[in-house]
């Protein structure tokens, strides 16, 4: 059996018997590893063709396969990457968090090693085409690959005010750093929908980008809502691909930053939150758990929608100059995610039955504070999907 064979019987034939066949053969020719390496060279490429970024792969690896995998993709990812002079935008940072996967481990035997590639290439080579939000490295609209020179100050403030909400026990100490942290961010971004529309006098401001944010399991529904009432509340779009485990979101880089930033964040605070409330309920004797944590979490992300919603109305009815650059981009928002996602589906969000965990989530949601957008209300909230 040639290498060619061999990796057309593990790739495109289901079951364990032609994997170990082929990874026995890998194991006993070293000479192939070469070959091996350019061939997942290869299907990572057609995977950025298809849509996906190097974050993506990563994400769906630590879903799917584990750890052993996640460093021969990261090698991979490394090495393919590195022969383009350009790069899309947002693929440094991604391949900053690649560089940051550990390599260490035990070295495997090398039919283990095979095994591993192999089912790696089958993960790579089944994934879907999905709605880019980028053009692929290498094209003549990348971006140049040139050196970070660091992130606006305003985003650094912001960055280490959540870290402290994060931190702290207190909640009132939380709640005051996140709510200072999503007023900067929404003086941020309108102070950059200003400076565009002025510096763009007479031309074509720019336009929408998209970027993709995981919403893992478990409890991903509830996620998914909070991560869309952060975009909706920064003038964005969020899509959920539940199958796939992210959402989309459609925005202006600036709202985009703030998205990503202020979702994380309130992500942590949310679950540490839970995890009191819940140790809280236990200790009275409630058992409860899954329903619970269900319940909580759909409460903290409609509360959540409800604060940022109100924070933002307040910072953009204080600059008036603002409301018509800022309309216009919400229009041209909304506009790019019809363009990406015409068949999108509503679908309703349930399951809400714990009402200590309802009650928990909201005073949780009241005492984090990040007050930007949702349009979700009680426990049956619309959520856009893919």
Not at 277 to 286: D, S, V
Request: proline share 6%; aromatic share 6%.
């Amino acid at each position: 059996m040639g290498i060619d064979q061999a990796l057309g019987t593990a790739l495109y034939q289901e079951g364990d018997a032609a994997l170990d066949a082929a990874a026995s053969l890998l194991a006993a020719t070293p000479s192939a590893d070469a070959e091996l390496t350019r061939r997942g060279e290869e299907f990572l490429r057609a995977a950025w063709h298809r849509g996906w970024q190097p974050a993506d792969i990563v994400r769906m690896i630590r879903r799917d396969l584990a750890d052993p995998h996640l460093r021969v993709a990261a090698r991979l990812i490394r090495s393919e990457t590195s022969r383009y002079a350009t790069l899309p935008p947002r693929w440094t940072d991604q391949l900053t968090a690649v560089g940051e996967v550990p390599t260490d481990g035990p070295p495997p035997d090398r039919f283990s090693y095979a095994t591993t590639v192999l089912e790696l290439y089958r993960l790579l080579l089944a994934l879907p085409a999905i709605e880019p939000v980028g053009p692929p490295p290498g094209t003549g609209t990348a971006t140049a690959a040139a050196p970070t020179v660091g992130e606006p100050r305003m985003l650094t403030r912001i960055r280490a005010l959540l870290a402290k909400a994060e931190a702290t026990t207190f909640p009132e100490e939380a709640e005051a750093l996140s709510a200072k942290a999503q007023e900067l961010m929404a003086r941020h971004s309108v102070d950059e929908a200003l400076l565009s529309s002025r510096t763009r006098a007479g031309s074509r401001e720019a336009a929408p980008g998209a970027c993709r944010i995981g919403v893992d399991a478990p409890y991903e529904t509830a996620k998914a809502v909070l991560l869309d009432a952060v975009a909706t509340a920064n003038r964005c779009r969020a899509v959920w691909n539940g199958d796939l485990g992210f959402s989309t979101v459609v925005g202006f880089d600036a709202d985009l930053d703030a998205v990503e930033l202020l979702y994380t964040s309130l992500l942590v605070q949310g679950t540490a939150a839970m995890t009191r409330a819940e140790a809280a309920q236990r200790a009275a004797g409630r058992k409860r758990t899954k329903t619970f944590r269900q319940s909580f979490l759909a409460a903290y992300a409609h509360r959540i929608g409800d604060r940022l919603t109100a924070t933002a109305r307040r910072v953009t009815s204080a600059e008036p100059e603002s409301l018509p650059v800022l309309a216009a981009r919400e229009v041209a928002v909304a506009a790019s995610t019809e363009r990406m996602f015409p068949h999108t589906t509503h679908a309703r969000v349930r399951g809400v039955s714990d009402e200590a965990g309802w009650t928990d989530g909201t005073r949780a949601a009241d005492a984090a504070t990040l007050r930007h957008a949702g349009a979700h209300t009680g426990g049956d909230a619309a959520l856009g999907s893919a």
